[in-house]
């Protein structure tokens, strides 16, 4: 079937450090993937996006790689701020609308 | 682009009462997707509308729930009678995929917030 695992949370950590939450998946085919993110009282938004292997997505200083022998999309940002505290959901999406999303990570940046 | 709207931001009624949720997805974006997002289940769909067609609605709970979208500008989610377990924030999300493409991504709106009480 088709799946997608997330590391748990919550993650703590201090301003500019490395982030890095792992994102593994199953799937059958040749799917897409996705990093959203969720601040408070909000909707999902796309953060970033790989529509093929060895694609890189990249926003806002966050990229993930789309890495078929792995079956792994991590997210990675360099240098975190505390504005980047929140629920980060990765996904996948299948011909035939069909998404399937983890079940998130909550980020949480101190100063 | 205004994004999808929802409507209302926060909902709170009693048990037994009828619930409507109501969307508008982005204008050209013909798949609509109703989401309900809990802390003990997480984000589940409901149902999924192409060209205002539903083509899944197996995550639909129970009978009490019921999805229309009567064009292609806007759909509501109703909850009669609604329950205590209802709870939940619900999201409408809109794509521009047809049946087979996948590689456009959702768009959410802000949700709905539903208290049952």
């Known amino acids: 079937g088709n799946s997608v695992t997330q590391m748990e949370g919550p993650v703590t950590l201090s301003e500019e450090a490395f982030l890095t939450i792992n994102c593994t998946y199953t799937?059958?085919?040749?799917?897409?993937l996705f990093w959203y993110v969720q601040y408070p009282g909000e909707g999902l938004q796309l953060l970033l996006k790989?529509?093929?292997?060895?694609d890189k997505g990249s926003n806002k200083g966050f990229e993930a790689t789309y890495r078929k022998e792995t079956t792994s999309f991590h997210l990675e940002k360099g240098s975190v701020q505390v504005s980047d505290s929140a629920v980060y959901f990765c996904?996948?999406?299948?011909?035939?609308?069909?998404?399937?999303f983890g079940t998130g990570t909550s980020l949480t940046v101190i100063p | 682009d205004a994004g999808v709207i929802q409507s209302p931001r926060h909902e709170v009624t009693e048990m037994g009462q009828e619930v409507t949720l109501r969307c508008k997805p982005i204008?050209?974006?013909?798949?609509l997707f109703w989401y309900r997002q809990t802390m003990m289940r997480g984000l589940e769909l409901l149902i999924y509308?192409?060209?205002?067609?539903?083509?899944?609605d197996s995550g639909m709970p129970e009978d009490r729930f019921s999805a229309k979208m009567p064009n292609a500008s806007f759909s509501t989610l109703k909850i009669q009678p609604s329950e205590p377990r209802d709870s939940a924030v619900y999201f409408c999300?809109?794509?521009?995929?047809?049946?087979?493409?996948?590689?456009?991504?959702?768009?959410f709106g802000n949700g709905t917030r539903l208290t049952v009480t």
């Open positions: 999300a809109s794509s521009p995929n047809d049946r087979g493409s996948h590689n456009s991504p959702l768009h």
């Open positions: 799937a059958t085919g040749y799917p897409s």
């Open positions: 790989a529509t093929k292997a060895d």
């Open positions: 996904a996948l999406g299948k011909s035939g609308n069909q998404f399937y």
């Open positions: 204008s050209g974006h013909n798949s």
């Open positions: 509308f192409n060209n205002n067609v539903p083509i899944d």
